[in-house]
Nanobody, 124 residues
Framework: QVRLVESGGGSVQAGGSLRLSCTASKYAASSGCMAWFRQAPGKEREGVASIDSYGFTNHADIVKGRFTISRDNAKNTLYLQMNALQPEDTSMYYC??????????????????WGQGTQVTVSS
């Protein structure tokens, strides 16, 4: 089974930055489409950003210009650089993966593998 493990979460002040990492146990997982999702208490899980096998990215409007998704296939690792964090960004952040080379939106049902999540808390 493919395992995804997130790290890098923490508590920061508004305007601060964090970089999340997600390491895949199998190279195949990092070779396909990968994405970041987040879920805050009382809200549904929402897509944050995705990146396909060729490095083509898509960022949700709510984070565009502040967050940047990237990957290092040699290290089987996905990253999410988060700048200008706001209290509204407080959430559990999850990485997800699917074997296909291309990403197709942020429907959670299209992703086969999920990590356990890492908590991000932004104070005002």
């Amino acid at each position: 089974q493919v395992r995804l493990v997130e790290s890098g979460g923490g508590s920061v002040q508004a305007g601060g930055s964090l970089r999340l990492s997600c390491t895949a146990s199998k190279y195949a997982a990092s070779s396909g489409c990968m994405a970041w999702f987040r879920q805050a208490p009382g809200k549904e899980r929402e897509g944050v950003a995705s990146i396909d096998s060729y490095g083509f990215t898509n960022h949700a409007d709510i984070v565009k210009g502040r967050f940047t998704i990237s990957r290092d296939n040699a290290k089987n690792t996905l990253y999410l650089q988060m700048n200008a964090l706001q209290p509204e960004d407080t959430s559990m952040y999850y990485c997800a993966a699917v074997g296909g080379r291309f990403c197709h939106g942020f429907a959670i049902s299209t992703y086969d593998f999920w990590g356990q999540g890492t908590q991000v808390t932004v104070s005002s």
